[in-house]
């Protein structure tokens, strides 16, 4: 089963849209949430979020989490092609090793 | 300064063989770890080094071992390689143990044949 779920797996846009990336996890032992893009081989940090309803903001990204219903999301406003990637969410749990990451969020930007 | 460095970045390898990579985590950084990503997948979690002591390990077979050397830099080890070996291997470095967030390195193309 699953630690970490992300939607869609998939997506297509325009550029200068604004698109919503979720991502949902398991309760057990939370600790923190990060979020990286991957756009050829090295995912690239974007955010780590620990507490709940407190906005993180980097340009046209933000990202906030949910510790009461487990989810987070990832917003990117005016989308850009160079915004297209596969994107990542990962969960650390506390007395788990490493990382654990979902299947990922492949975004298309068209222009 | 340089970032978190791999090699080889592509291999080929037959099944049965044995392979080896290096990583070179960012300077200041005492703990390394390495990441299997298969087409498609997220990358899973094989092993966590700190201070040449391995401290965390993924649901890997024995085949898989790794070390950390006083320079802080590391291997990965497969032994008796299978086709579903095949991946792009990453190597993540940070300062601490549980510090947050982890430098990626851009990866070891592993084709197993």
């Known amino acids: 089963e699953d630690k970490v779920v992300q939607s869609p797996l998939s997506l297509v846009v325009h550029e200068g849209d604004t698109v919503t990336l979720n991502c949902s996890y398991e309760?057990?032992?939370?600790?923190?949430l990060l979020w990286y893009k991957q756009e050829k081989k090295a995912p690239t940090f974007l955010f780590m979020l620990?507490?709940?309803?407190i906005e993180k903001k980097s340009g046209r990204l933000s990202s906030i989490l949910d510790k009461k219903e487990l989810f987070s999301i990832l917003n990117i406003t005016a989308t850009q092609t160079g915004d297209s990637a596969i994107y990542l969410c990962a969960t650390s749990f506390t007395g788990a090793d490493g990382l654990t990451f979902g299947k990922g969020t492949h975004l298309i930007i068209q222009p | 300064d340089a970032g978190v460095t791999q090699s080889p970045t592509h291999l080929i390898k037959t099944r049965g063989q044995h392979v080896t990579l290096r990583c070179s985590p960012i300077?200041?950084?005492?703990?390394v770890s390495w990441y299997q990503q298969v087409l498609g997948q997220g990358p899973q979690f094989i092993f966590q080094y700190y201070e040449k002591e391995e401290r965390g390990r993924g649901n890997f077979p024995d085949r898989f071992s790794a070390r950390q050397f006083p320079n802080y830099s590391s291997e990965l080890n497969v032994n008796a390689l299978l086709l579903g070996d095949s991946a792009l291997y990453l190597c993540?470095?940070?300062?601490?143990?549980?510090?947050?967030?982890?430098?990626f390195g851009e990866g070891s193309r592993l084709t197993v044949l």
């Open positions: 300077s200041g950084h005492k703990s």
């Open positions: 620990t507490s709940s309803g």
């Open positions: 309760v057990t032992n939370f600790r923190s």
């Open positions: 993540a470095s940070s300062w601490g143990l549980n510090t947050g967030e982890l430098f």
